[in-house]
């Protein structure tokens, strides 16, 4: 009881409302769409709540995107996102545990609640763009050699998630703007899907949630940046 009531006062009422009334959306949307896999709900659930640690700069955000990760890359391989499937199995889910594993090493004044926020230099910038580049390319001819589904959103997706799990391993606030972006990308991928079966509308529900929460976490991440360096 005690764990429980520590973990409520750990949120603001601001980030339990955001929390709790995302669950909600994704619940009502699995029950508005009955053909719903299920796994879709759960990933759903466990994502929005890596987002809210995210948001916080706790390293547990970043063991549950491992988990959402794997479930994600299941729901993409049922419509033949491969490109989906393979950039959240192959690229962020082992970036994933690399993100886990810095944030880990670099607490703020030894909380490991809460990660030491980094700011990189535009020389990295540089470099962080040109291998995004070289990522899309090869990409881009891995995914038409599959047959991929909707094959330029998808490869912008696969752009935008490598800066995200890049900037996010790099500790750096801008991760979330860039997660955001890739959430606007994966909203019109699911929404072309939902076109074809209407179960797939909880999908594009569940990154519209995730999209609100991405934008409050670049937020919250910018407000930590300047208490940590006051």
């Excluded at 709900?41 to 549950?64: D, E, R, Y």
């Excluded at 690229?91 to 944030?103: D, Q, S």
């Excluded at 594009?204 to 930590?224: A, E, R, S, T």
């Amino acid at each position: 009881m005690r764990k429980f009531q520590a973990l409520i006062h750990y949120f603001s009422k601001t980030e339990l409302i955001l929390w709790s009334s995302s669950v909600f959306l994704i619940l009502l949307s699995f029950l508005l769409f009955a053909g719903s896999d299920p796994y879709t709900m759960i990933a759903s659930i466990i994502g929005v709540t890596s987002l809210i640690f995210n948001a916080k700069g706790n390293p547990f955000g970043q063991l549950l995107m491992v988990v959402f990760s794997v479930f994600y890359g299941l729901i993409s391989y049922s419509f033949s996102y491969f490109g989906e499937m393979i950039t959240y199995l192959g690229m962020t889910a082992p970036m994933a545990v690399i993100a886990l594993i810095a944030w880990l090493k670099n607490p703020y004044h030894g909380n490991r609640a809460e990660v030491q926020v980094n700011q990189i230099r535009k020389k990295e910038v540089f470099w962080m763009l040109l291998l995004s580049g070289i990522v899309t390319g090869i990409f881009y001819f891995i995914l038409k050699c599959f047959h991929t589904a909707n094959l330029i959103p998808s490869t912008l997706s696969v752009t935008t998630s490598f800066l995200a799990v890049y900037l996010t391993a790099r500790r750096s606030p801008y991760f979330a703007l860039l997660y955001a972006a890739n959430d606007i990308v994966l909203i019109i991928l699911w929404v072309l899907a939902s076109l074809h079966d209407i179960s797939y509308v909880s999908v594009v529900i569940c990154f519209v949630v995730f999209l609100v929460n991405d934008l409050y976490g670049f937020v919250n991440w910018l407000k930590m940046q300047k208490r940590q360096q006051e």
